[in-house]
């Protein structure tokens, strides 16, 4: 299973990053480790528009805003995609962003790593994963 992750600020995701590789997730990021979108990036190529490797899941760590902030806005590129998107918050339960109601789903970090888990025993192997 391929996961996208995006985060509210910078370094939010971090701590996922080897629980979703430990439960046999592929791990990419939305933003290089300045902060720059991939796709906005000098050569640089979103995951989610390789054919052969788009993410399954675009996981996106939430902080305490209402709203999105602009390093979330891979939700918005997932939501396009029809790629679903899983919001998470390590502190509190993660609120949903005006519009992305019925668009997304709230799971707390046990759960995420439970799903992608059993997924990535139910997957059959992509080439390039």
Do not use: K, W
Not at 5 to 13: I, V
Not at 32 to 45: E, I, K, N, Q, S
Not at 78 to 84: F, I, L, N, Q, S
Request: aromatic share 2%.
């Amino acid at each position: 299973m391929h996961v996208l992750l995006t985060e509210a600020s910078f370094g939010d995701a971090d701590s996922l990053v080897q629980p979703l590789r430990d439960a046999g997730c592929l791990v990419s990021r939305c933003h290089d480790r300045t902060g720059l979108c991939r796709a906005l990036a000098p050569g640089g190529r979103c995951p989610l528009d390789e054919p052969f490797a788009q993410p399954d899941l675009v996981v996106d760590v939430r902080g305490r805003e209402p709203e999105l902030t602009a390093r979330e806005f891979g939700v918005v590129c997932a939501v396009r995609d029809h790629v679903p998107v899983a919001l998470v918050s390590p502190d509190v339960r993660a609120e949903i962003p005006p519009g992305l109601e019925n668009r997304v789903t709230v799971i707390d970090v046990a759960g995420l790593l439970a799903t992608c888990r059993a997924a990535t025993r139910h997957l059959p192997v992509h080439p390039g994963r």
